[in-house]
Nanobody, 115 residues
Framework: QVQLVESGGGLVQAGGSLRLSCGGHGIFFSLNTMGWYRQAPGKQREWIADITAPGITNYKDSVEGRFTISQDNAKNTMYLQMNSLKPEDTAVYYC?????????WGQGTQVTVSS
């Protein structure tokens, strides 16, 4: 059974950093395109970054240059390093396939950036 579990969120001041993790159970990240998504209060969930099986990365314009997506195939874990965080990055962050599959949305991890 496939399960994706996010962790690493928290409260950070503007300009700070966090690293999110996504643990995969029942799948191999190295064989799939995976993505990070987020949902801010009152807004729709949006894609922010993805990484293909060969390791090619893509970013939403608003996070490019500040966020870095990566994966450790040996650990079957995907990461999102977030630097220079802004209050507008406050959201629940999720990992999923790219494109996402509805049945694999997890609980997400809350990121709150204070000004």
């Amino acid at each position: 059974q496939v399960q994706l579990v996010e962790s690493g969120g928290g409260l950070v001041q503007a300009g700070g950093s966090l690293r999110l993790s996504c643990g995969g159970h029942g799948i191999f990240f190295s064989l799939n395109t995976m993505g990070w998504y987020r949902q801010a209060p009152g807004k729709q969930r949006e894609w922010i970054a993805d990484i293909t099986a060969p390791g090619i990365t893509n970013y939403k314009d608003s996070v490019e240059g500040r966020f870095t997506i990566s994966q450790d195939n040996a650990k079957n874990t995907m990461y999102l390093q977030m630097n220079s965080l802004k209050p507008e990055d406050t959201a629940v962050y999720y990992c999923n396939f790219r494109p996402p599959q509805a049945k694999y949305w997890g609980q997400g991890t809350q990121v709150t950036v204070s000004s």
